[in-house]
């Protein structure tokens, strides 16, 4: 029987403002759509943070036992910069200061987030649509808005009309606005805007003839808006009304709320069950963001090359020091609590390598089946990592026990005992086995015994052995870097 049926999983939803118990639309099955980035520059370690909060409900969740369609989509146009109508689109701004084609830059940046998720061990999602691949889709959403009275065209592009649409629905019910307020608070159109309302917003722009991202359709050569896609590739992949949709809490408004306001006007339902929210990874109790330079790479964690960086910290560690924090509580991130979290992440690793030598014995002295219900009730309950991991420790210390044979576990126990930590550490919080790190570490040793032969032997002078050793790290990728510390290399 898969676990669904015996666990009881709720889940905080932002519509509601609660935690609610989810009751998936198709029983055993669970679809399930996360905004993905937009390739214009490399991810940051807010950006993974985000995607590292839904790899592990989408992980906890095939864990137990449904099937998940995951749809995870890279927006490669239509994102313009300041989240605003006017203005230029991310990533032709990028291909215009880089002198290279759009699409060079889309390869470019998928190609480094595709290599970071799998440096930090994230599962593929089931898909992952481009919003250039669904341009006939979102033409075909946009006629329906115009048809159902809700959109409108002026000079070649077309809008969606906010205050129309809240005369039937709801138009701020994600995010807790009204219209009135938001017109209150905003700006009069100053008579250069097409649209109607400030409030209201593209669904699809007229391109200016430099524009070089522009597709045909019915009102103009041009390009997508930003939330237009999301409607268009989570629908087409997971239907009209599916289970799940994820995202940063930045993205709740204006995007999310324009999600819901075009696929109510598009099909008259809402599109959504449970709509989840991640919360911000800040440096320096502020928000990581690309356009403020306020954040810290992932390829620098991993190489210690950040100036706020004592060292260098593996991905399992990195992961560790996420999940230790609840995804919907901001996580601010520092040298100080990366070290400690990696202090903790190292216990917990050895107590797994321990775990595999202990024996069973004749009868049980712990309670294994109560602690294995309270490392469930706390991913039951929004999925609530820091509360797992805290069980988790609660495993290393009965792991100590056996060790030292102040506890007995009979054998049946054992194996319930040792699948279940294994399933949370590895399955479900995605840690990476010790042997793998091992294998950094071994490599990390064998480099730096290299570089002390090096030293002697230019030491001694024979320079053609130093220069031999460097030239076949090189041809091994492994760069050596002489500074005033000492060398250092970089893999
Ligand atoms: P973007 O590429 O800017 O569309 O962002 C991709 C994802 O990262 C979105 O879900 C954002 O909400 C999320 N995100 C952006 N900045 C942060 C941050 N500092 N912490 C956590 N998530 C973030
Ligand atoms: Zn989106």
Redesign the pocket.
Known sequence: MPLFKTQTLKIYNSLSGEKEVFTPIHEGNVGMYV?G??VYSNVHL??V??FMSFDVIFRYLKHLGYKVRYVRNI?DVGHIVDDVDEGEDKIAKKARVEQLEPMEIVQRYTVDFHHILKEFNFLSPSIEPTATGHIIEQIEIVKKIIDNGIGYEANGSVYFDVVKFNETNHYGKLSGRNIEDMLANTRDLDGQSDKRNSQDFALWKKAEPQHIMRWPSPWSEGFPGWHLECTAMSTKYLGNHFDIHG??M??KFPHHECEIAQNEACTGQTPVNYWMH?N??TLNGK???KSTGNNILPGEILSGENDILSKAFSPSVTRFFMLQAHYRSILDFSDDAIVAAEKGHNRLMEAMQGLLEIEAGAASTLDIETWKKACYDAMNDDFNSPILIAHLFEGVRYINLLKDNSATLSAADLKVFTATMQAFVFDVLGLLEKENENQNGKLEGVVNMLIGMRNEARANKDFAMSDQIRDQLITLGIQLKDGKEGTSFSL
């Open positions: 905004c980035p937009t807010g950006n943070r985000t927006t995202g940063g930045d993205l991640a911000m990874l928000k990581m963001a």
